[in-house]
């Protein structure tokens, strides 16, 4: 292989020669070449992007950059990059982009770029010249794509919404984690702070983010409102953060520059609904703080009780035990350090309870669509000796109600009990106080590596249950969290495994991975052959976490953005998220993190997710109904008619419950009669509803010869039928 692939090179080589000698005058090839060192070969890859887009408009657009390049220009570096993708390539077996290639597709390929090559030195017109660039285009698209698996067996699922292509998807979750923890999103550490000017710089970066998400597309985000045993809320129960005020305990008012009240839980919620995005209210449940170095570096946090800068966690400890109710107050015997933080120990009923009024205190508060907790459970290396025995008793075990033996199984098992208590008495208080609050967990990709078997009947295991992975880390083994369980025991709304990975990372690749939970929810759910212990399907959502930051933070090879591997990140995570769409078992995708997807955003993050947007996303999304929490349809709207290009409309649902409220109405416009409501293409604005019973405006614009429909939608994302109003044709 080896000798007939340097034989193929001599020979392309001398082809090439004679091409590009053609093809374009020395000053056009040093003008070029100069573009390629200036914007690091960005001619090149942006090309490519536009090859595997199918969009040959872009071709010749400021877009695309190539309005000042002829298709000889074009071409020529069309032949550069094929020749550089084969060479990286070859010989057979090296690693290249998210798999390996099969000789026959080296094959294809080399005869592709001979074939151009001969074609080119005949001196075609420019119309030739265009049919040789989308053949040799399309073979460089097929080539990228014909990957040994695991990528190529998830190829049925991948989904576009190009021309003449399946109808976009109307229904899907877009959601991106905010993370408040040492300021990783927001707030930033220059206005992290407690006077109004401070607090000014706060909700400003607030709204910016919220705006830059509504942009993209968004329709949900996942907020983190109590990341280290503290609030971004006004709590009676924990202090303000310190990575909102700056200093571990500050006690006063958050003023904004007006003299009102800053709560930054009931400001957030605010830009959602302006925005209609779902609010997820994120807590992690166990964790007390955060590493030192977390408190010291950069601008240092400041501890209260002296002024001065935490010079060790132990200060903080001290301070906070002083706070009546405060878990050190209360609990201190039962927190200690894990993995370089202060954790309050999971086998502690008091511990369960303490979190359970933390999460109902917000649920009790404010109007939040969703409880969050992320992949943080048992710590690494946590040491349990006291607790094991002085709760290990039939008593408190109220699941299994035995005494687990003090064994490695029996430690074991008494962990993952203590987790699923948790979860279980978070998920029955928010439902018997708020039943409309969802209750979700995103841990660990991985459950169990296995060999793909989801389990039996009843919600039992095999040996070789769990997904074709072979990673030691898993929910179950190393947080002690069965997630598995609670998905089919419907302890849980919905599931996010982080997969954080590429397609072919040998002990945990994305592919099988999300389709093990996709199939879990499948065969567990309404339209599987499978029931839980109880004999009920699972009312559970799936939804992915998608490493977007992956591209950035220290990625594998496959994610960078470098010579042989352009745009490797952003094709990974677009296939990612073109699989989530194409997968009927996945409801959405959740990325973290936000200050991935901003417009300053580097390493082709921002580029990542405009051609996110103007492809698979550029059509609006509803939430995927959630019908399992009760709830009624809404009355359908009645439209008063349309008067100076504006449509009005009359809520008609005069049901205040929180269940059957209007959360927003849906306006659609199409040429077609009747108006197909199944496909977004025809949403042509989604209006959050006011908090009364009111009369509801909408310029239109154009008119004539639209049909124009309007649905309501209350906060489970049930959708009434349409109203519809026919206008004429052109006068």
Same mark, same amino acid.
């Given at each position: 292989?080896?000798?007939?692939?340097?034989?193929?090179?001599?020979?392309?080589?001398?082809?090439?020669?004679?091409?590009?000698?053609?093809?374009?005058?020395?000053?056009?090839? &040093?003008?070029?070449?100069?573009?390629?060192?200036?914007?690091?070969?960005?001619?090149?890859?942006?090309?490519?992007?536009?090859?595997?887009?199918?969009?040959?408009?872009?071709?010749?657009?400021?877009?695309?950059?190539?309005?000042?390049?002829?298709?000889?220009?074009?071409?020529?570096?069309?032949?550069?990059?094929?020749?550089?993708?084969?060479?990286?390539?070859?010989?057979?077996?090296?690693?290249?982009?998210?798999?390996?290639?099969?000789?026959?597709?080296?094959?294809?390929?080399?005869?592709?770029?001979?074939?151009?090559?001969?074609?080119?030195?005949?001196?075609?017109?420019?119309?030739?010249?265009?049919?040789?660039?989308?053949?040799?285009?399309?073979?460089?698209?097929?080539?990228? &794509?014909?990957?040994?698996?695991?990528?190529?067996?998830?190829?049925?699922?991948?989904?576009?919404?190009?021309?003449?292509?399946?109808?976009?998807?109307?229904?899907?979750?877009?959601?991106?984690? %905010?993370?408040?923890?040492?300021?990783?999103?927001?707030?930033?550490?220059?206005?992290?702070?407690?006077?109004?000017?401070?607090?000014?710089?706060?909700?400003?970066?607030?709204?910016?983010?919220?705006?830059?998400?509504?942009?993209?597309?968004?329709?949900?985000?996942? +907020?983190?409102?109590?990341?280290?045993?503290?609030?971004?809320?006004?709590?009676?129960?924990?202090?303000?953060?310190?990575?909102?005020?700056?200093?571990?305990? $500050?006690?006063?008012?958050?003023?904004?520059?007006?003299?009102?009240?800053?709560?930054?839980? !009931?400001?957030?919620?605010?830009?959602?609904?302006?925005?209609?995005?779902? $609010?997820?209210?994120?807590?992690?449940?166990?964790?007390?703080?955060?590493?030192?170095?977390?408190?010291?570096?950069?601008?240092?946090?400041?501890?209260?009780?002296?002024?001065?800068?935490?010079?060790?966690?132990?200060?903080? #400890?001290?301070?906070?035990?002083?706070?009546?109710?405060?878990? $050190? &107050?209360?609990?201190?015997?039962?927190?200690?350090?894990?993995?370089?933080?202060?954790?309050?120990?999971? @086998?502690?009923? !008091?511990?369960?309870?303490?979190?359970?009024?933390?999460?109902?205190?917000?649920?009790?508060?404010?109007?939040?669509?969703?409880?969050?907790?992320?992949?943080?459970?048992?710590?690494?290396?946590?040491?349990?000796?006291?607790?094991?025995?002085?709760?290990?008793?039939?008593?408190?075990?109220?699941?299994?109600?035995?005494?687990?033996?003090?064994?490695?199984?029996?430690?074991?098992?008494?962990?993952?009990?203590?987790?699923?208590?948790?979860?279980?008495?978070?998920?029955?208080? %928010?439902?018997?106080?708020?039943?409309?609050?969802? $209750?979700?967990?995103?841990?660990?990709?991985?459950?169990?590596?296995?060999?793909?078997?989801?389990?039996?009947?009843?919600?039992?295991?095999?040996?070789?249950?769990?997904?074709?992975?072979?990673?030691?880390?898993?929910?179950? =083994?190393?947080? +002690?969290?069965?997630?598995?369980?609670?998905?089919?025991?419907?302890?849980?709304?919905?599931?996010?495994?982080? %997969? /954080?990975?590429?397609?072919?990372?040998? !002990?945990?690749?994305?592919?099988?991975?999300?389709?093990?939970?996709?199939?879990?929810? =499948?065969?567990?759910?309404? /339209?599987?052959?499978? #029931?839980?212990?109880?004999?009920?399907?699972?009312?559970?959502?799936?939804?992915?976490?998608?490493?977007?930051?992956?591209?950035?933070?220290?990625?594998?090879?496959?994610?960078?953005?470098?010579?042989? /591997?352009?745009?490797?990140?952003?094709?990974?995570?677009?296939?990612?998220?073109?699989?989530?769409?194409?997968?009927?078992?996945?409801?959405?995708?959740?990325?973290?993190?936000?200050?991935?997807?901003?417009?300053?955003?580097?390493?082709?993050?921002?580029?990542?997710?405009?051609?996110?947007?103007?492809?698979?996303?550029?059509?609006?999304?509803?939430?995927?109904?959630?019908? =399992?929490?009760?709830?009624?349809?809404?009355?359908?709207?009645?439209?008063?008619?349309? *008067?100076?290009?504006?449509?009005?409309?009359?809520?008609?649902?005069?049901?205040?419950?929180?269940?059957?409220?209007?959360? /927003?109405?849906? *306006?659609?416009?199409?040429?077609?009669?009747?108006?197909?409501?199944?496909?977004?293409?025809?949403?042509?604005?989604?209006?959050? !509803?006011?908090?009364?019973? @009111?009369?509801?405006?909408?310029?239109?614009?154009?008119?004539?010869?639209?049909?124009?429909?309007?649905?309501?939608?209350?906060?489970?994302?049930?959708?009434?039928?349409?109203?519809?109003?026919?206008?004429?044709?052109?006068?």
């Amino acid at each position: 292989m080896k000798s007939k692939y340097i034989r193929i090179v001599l020979i392309s080589s001398c082809l090439i020669a004679v091409a590009i000698a053609w093809l374009m005058q020395p000053s056009a090839v &040093n003008e070029i070449e100069a573009q390629m060192a200036e914007k690091n070969q960005l001619l090149i890859i942006n090309y490519t992007r536009s090859i595997e887009e199918y969009d040959y408009e872009a071709l010749f657009t400021a877009e695309g950059g190539f309005e000042n390049l002829s298709p000889k220009d074009i071409l020529a570096g069309l032949i550069s990059y094929a020749q550089r993708r084969l060479e990286n390539a070859a010989p057979y077996g090296a690693i290249i982009r998210t798999g390996r290639h099969y000789p026959a597709d080296i094959d294809t390929l080399e005869a592709a770029i001979e074939d151009a090559v001969r074609a080119a030195a005949l001196n075609p017109d420019d119309e030739v010249l265009d049919s040789i660039i989308q053949s040799l285009g399309s073979a460089v698209y097929n080539f990228n &794509n014909s990957i040994i698996d695991p990528y190529n067996r998830y190829r049925p699922f991948l989904r576009t919404i190009a021309a003449g292509e399946d109808m976009p998807v109307k229904r899907h979750l877009r959601a991106a984690w %905010i993370a408040t923890v040492i300021n990783i999103d927001w707030p930033s550490v220059s206005s992290r702070g407690t006077t109004p000017l401070h607090v000014d710089g706060q909700m400003r970066e607030l709204r910016n983010r919220f705006d830059e998400m509504a942009y993209l597309g968004f329709n949900a985000v996942i +907020f983190q409102i109590s990341p280290t045993g503290d609030a971004f809320y006004n709590s009676e129960l924990v202090p303000w953060s310190a990575w909102l005020t700056g200093e571990t305990n $500050f006690t006063g008012q958050l003023l904004d520059l007006n003299g009102n009240e800053f709560d930054p839980l !009931a400001y957030a919620i605010e830009l959602a609904r302006e925005r209609n995005m779902e $609010f997820h209210a994120w807590f992690n449940p166990y964790r007390i703080t955060h590493s030192l170095v977390s408190y010291t570096r950069g601008n240092p946090i400041i501890l209260s009780q002296t002024g001065r800068p935490v010079e060790s966690l132990a200060e903080i #400890r001290s301070e906070w035990a002083s706070i009546p109710g405060n878990p $050190f &107050n209360t609990m201190g015997e039962y927190i200690a350090l894990g993995e370089g933080r202060y954790v309050l120990d999971p @086998g502690v009923p !008091a511990a369960r309870q303490w979190i359970v009024r933390r999460v109902m205190e917000v649920v009790s508060n404010y109007d939040i669509d969703a409880v969050h907790f992320d992949d943080y459970f048992y710590p690494s290396g946590w040491n349990d000796d006291l607790t094991f025995a002085r709760y290990n008793t039939a008593e408190n075990n109220r699941i299994s109600g035995i005494r687990h033996p003090d064994n490695p199984t029996g430690r074991a098992n008494w962990r993952r009990e203590n987790t699923e208590m948790l979860i279980r008495e978070v998920n029955e208080a %928010i439902k018997e106080t708020a039943p409309w609050v969802r $209750f979700g967990i995103s841990p660990g990709g991985v459950w169990i590596s296995g060999d793909g078997s989801v389990g039996l009947d009843g919600g039992g295991v095999t040996d070789g249950t769990g997904s074709a992975s072979t990673t030691s880390w898993s929910n179950y =083994h190393s947080s +002690f969290a069965d997630t598995r369980r609670w998905v089919i025991e419907n302890f849980i709304d919905y599931i996010a495994p982080q %997969i /954080y990975w590429d397609w072919s990372l040998p !002990a945990a690749p994305y592919g099988p991975i999300a389709d093990w939970w996709g199939r879990l929810v =499948h065969y567990y759910g309404p /339209y599987g052959h499978l #029931r839980n212990s109880q004999g009920e399907y699972t009312n559970a959502r799936l939804y992915i976490g998608l490493g977007l930051y992956r591209m950035v933070n220290n990625p594998p090879i496959k994610w960078r953005n470098a010579y042989g /591997y352009e745009y490797e990140g952003k094709r990974t995570f677009l296939r990612q998220e073109h699989y989530n769409l194409g997968n009927p078992n996945i409801s959405g995708s959740m990325i973290f993190s936000h200050n991935h997807i901003r417009p300053r955003a580097d390493g082709g993050l921002w580029q990542t997710m405009t051609t996110l947007r103007n492809n698979a996303w550029r059509y609006p999304a509803l939430v995927p109904a959630i019908t =399992h929490l009760g709830g009624t349809y809404p009355a359908v709207p009645d439209v008063i008619g349309i *008067v100076n290009n504006i449509l009005t409309w009359h809520n008609a649902e005069l049901d205040a419950d929180p269940l059957a409220a209007v959360r /927003y109405f849906v *306006v659609y416009r199409s040429l077609e009669y009747p108006i197909d409501i199944n496909n977004p293409a025809n949403i042509f604005a989604v209006i959050p !509803a006011g908090q009364y019973d @009111g009369i509801y405006d909408l310029e239109l614009g154009e008119i004539y010869g639209y049909n124009f429909a309007v649905t309501a939608v209350n906060r489970l994302h049930m959708e009434s039928q349409a109203s519809i109003i026919v206008t004429e044709t052109r006068p």
